[in-house]
């Protein structure tokens, strides 16, 4: 089941299809900012966290994110990513060429 483009709430059942625009021709997508504020509109804040919710998930990730900028856990994560990349054949992707100097 997926939403139906558009600005309704409605659902319908449909095949795995990635090309949106095609399976969708000719329906009119709104931009997301119109959707939004048609939500807000309605009283709907299933878009948005709460306050609490948002205070709540600070005080989980912020010491995380500390933890994770510290220089020990960086080098530590590079090290792992180039030892996977090393093993997967290296290379590019999507356009972006993997500098072996990034390994150190």
């Known amino acids: 089941m997926v ?57 989980i990730f912020t010491p995380l994110l500390n933890h994770i900028d510290s220089e020990k856990v960086h080098n530590d994560a590079m090290h792992t990513l180039c030892a996977w990349w090393a093993r997967a054949g290296g290379g590019g992707v999507g356009g972006l060429a993997w500098d072996k100097g990034d390994c150190r």
Not at 11 to 27: I, P
Not at 42 to 58: C, I, M, N, P, T
Request: aromatic share 12%; net charge negative; hydrophobic share 35%.
């Open 3 to 59: 939403k139906t483009p558009g600005m309704s709430s409605a659902v319908e059942q449909t095949t795995l299809d990635l090309s949106y625009n095609t399976r969708y021709a000719g329906v009119e997508l709104p931009d997301a900012y119109p959707r939004l504020i048609w939500d807000v509109l309605k009283g709907d804040h299933s878009q948005f966290v709460r306050a609490d919710e948002l205070e709540y998930a600070w005080r």
